[in-house]
């Protein structure tokens, strides 16, 4: 039960992470006017699919947990209905459906410019609320609505960065293979400077998170919590490091030497692989008691 319990918490916020991020490089790096935004809409549906799978495998397994029965024992409307609407985390997957179901309606029946705006608006819904499925959720006292802000802002900034890398690459190779270097270069560079704002957001709020989760440096190093985010914050670290040499060689290049959108659109690609390790750290540490809290 525990693997399916990670294998769905990693599908389900890398799906939303992604959905989100799709309407931020559309809205941030590449003008609307581009194009119909069809390529966009193709994968936002997809992981909103594959958000609401595993949702629903991610809620099963939880509410199997939460009756201490069986997975096939627990897949039961009573069970499901008693953990929605007599639970605080039952409420929260509540809006989260709703917000989806509202967001496919939207990328489903909407063509025009305001859609893209609205859509972004559920997205970040469906991805902050996130917050509340987690430690921050269960947390108490005058320290919850704190964790909850670290938390709401740390997965938002996610859902920009890292996560935005795959829409970013996709477009990339989209741009490249229609022989648009210009409009590669443009989004490119504006993509640059979008992720650094992000970074630092995601750094800041991640030493918040820490601080409430962790609490001290001993129980970061003897706990499995603790450890775990050791090597999350490596591999970010990491894609940080491969998106500062996109910044500070392959960028200042990319109007002189054409073959720099090449080797930043290889890097983009690794930085994806990277980003999706960290998901699923974060998956694994949804189900570990905080460090502070061993």
């Given at each position: 039960m525990t693997e399916l319990l990670i294998l769905s918490r990693a599908i389900h916020f890398g799906s939303c992470l992604v959905l989100l991020s799709v309407f931020a490089v559309r809205l941030l790096v590449e003008p609307p006017a581009a194009d119909d935004g069809r390529a966009e809409r193709r994968l936002a549906g997809g992981c909103l699919v594959a958000a609401a799978g595993s949702g629903f495998l991610w809620f099963w397994a939880a509410a199997a947990g939460m009756s201490g029965s069986g997975l096939l024992d627990s897949l039961s409307p009573r069970l499901f209905q008693m953990v929605l609407e007599e639970t605080a985390w039952g409420e929260a997957w509540m809006i989260r459906c709703a917000t989806g179901v509202a967001l496919g309606l939207l990328l489903c029946c909407a063509r025009r410019g305001w859609s893209l705006r609205v859509g972004a608006v559920l997205a970040a819904v469906l991805v902050g609320s996130l917050a509340w499925l987690?430690?921050?959720?269960?947390?108490?006292?005058?320290?919850?609505?704190?964790?909850?802000?670290?938390?709401?802002?740390h997965l938002l900034a996610a859902g920009v960065w890292p996560a935005g890398l795959l829409p970013f690459a996709l477009l990339l190779r989209r741009r490249m293979k229609a022989g648009a270097l210009p409009a590669a270069h443009a989004a490119a560079r504006r993509f640059s400077a979008m992720s650094l704002v992000t970074v630092g957001v995601l750094a800041a709020s991640g030493l918040v998170n820490a601080f409430f989760l962790v609490g001290s440096f001993h129980a970061l190093a003897t706990t499995d919590y603790g450890r775990l985010l050791i090597v999350k914050v490596a591999l970010f670290a990491m894609a940080v490091a491969l998106g500062a040499r996109n910044l500070l060689i392959h960028k200042p290049r990319l109007e002189t030497a054409p073959a720099a959108l090449d080797a930043m659109a290889r890097t983009v690609w690794i930085e994806v692989a990277l980003g999706t390790l960290i998901v699923l750290a974060v998956a694994i540490l949804g189900t570990l008691p905080p460090a502070a809290h061993p």
């Open positions: 987690g430690h921050a959720g269960a947390g108490a006292g005058a320290r919850r609505p704190l964790m909850l802000a670290g938390d709401v802002t």
